[in-house]
C-alpha cells in the first residue's frame, strides 16, 4: 500500500454515502458518528498519518451525497488507486470513495467551487416504500408536477432567499444566484434538481416544502414570487425532511480538471453564468 514517500501533496477525493445512520457531515464534540471523522479515521490508516479533510459543502444529518467533494493534506506518496482502494477496505457500508486524485495545493474543496447541485426525491404513490424509506419523502397525495416547475422558474436568478433560509443560518448574505431548477417525473417519483452558486441553510429543503404546497393546490403558483418579495421565514411553508435530499455535484474552475462521472450531469446549464428551468417527463 505504502508507495514511498514524498514533500506535501493536497488530494482531492469524490466521495458518495448515506446520510441515514450520520449526524450529519461535521465532526461533533460529543462523538457522534459524523462523515468527517469516519473518512477522516480510514484516509489516515492509508497516508499513516492523521488527517483532516475539507468538504465542498457540509450535508445534515439524514442528507446523502452522490459525489461530496473533499481534500486533504499529506506528506505520503500513493497512488490514485491505493488511496481509493486502501480508504474503501476500511470505510463502513455506508460510506464509499468513488475516485482520487491529485490536485494543485491552491485547491479547496469549498472555497474554489464555482456552483454545487442537489437533488431531492419525492415518491408519489398510494402506500410506503420499504425500500425507499430513508431515500425518498414519501407521500400519498397527488403532485402536480407542472404546477411545482412553474413555481420553481420565479426563483431562477440573483434573488434574497431570506425566505427559505433556516432561522439559524450563518450566512453573511441571504443573495444567492440559482441558475436552474429543474423537476422531473420518472415513474412514482418526482425529483427537484438545483444548482446555485451556494446554498443557504435548509434553502433546499424550504424550497421543495413551498414547491409540494403548490402542487398539493394548497397555495397558488404566485406563492414562490411572493415569498421573494416577503425576505420573510416565517412566511413560508414547513421545511422538508431530509431523506429525499442529496447532494449531487460540484463545479470548479478549469483549472481544477477533477474527475468527472457522467451519471452525474444533471438537466439544465452549469455554467456561472447561465440559468434555465424545465420540467422533463
Known sequence: MKDGAASPRRIALGVEYDGTDFLGWQAQRHGVRSVQETLEASIARV????????????????????????????????????????????????????????????????????????RYRILVRATRSALDRHRALWTHRPLDAARMAEAGRALVGLHDFSSFRAVACQAKSPRRHLYYLAVEELGDVIEIRVGANGFLHHMVRNIVGVLMAIGRGEAPVEWTRELLAARDRRRAGVTAPPQGLYFARVDYPVEYPLPRDGAMELPGTTAPDGSESRVVS
Not at 497516508?47 to 506528506?75: K, M, N
Not at 455506508?94 to 479547496?108: I, L, N, Q, Y
Open 47 to 118: 497516508a499513516d498519518h492523521p488527517v483532516r479533510v475539507q468538504c465542498a459543502g457540509r450535508t445534515d444529518a439524514g442528507v446523502h451525497a452522490l459525489e461530496q467533494v473533499v481534500h486533504f493534506d499529506t506528506s505520503a506518496c500513493r497512488t490514485a488507486r491505493s488511496w481509493v482502494l486502501g480508504t474503501n477496505v476500511t470505510l463502513p457500508p455506508d460510506v464509499s470513495v468513488r475516485w482520487a486524485c491529485e490536485t494543485a495545493p491552491a485547491f479547496h474543496a469549498r472555497f474554489s467551487a464555482l456552483s454545487r447541485h442537489y
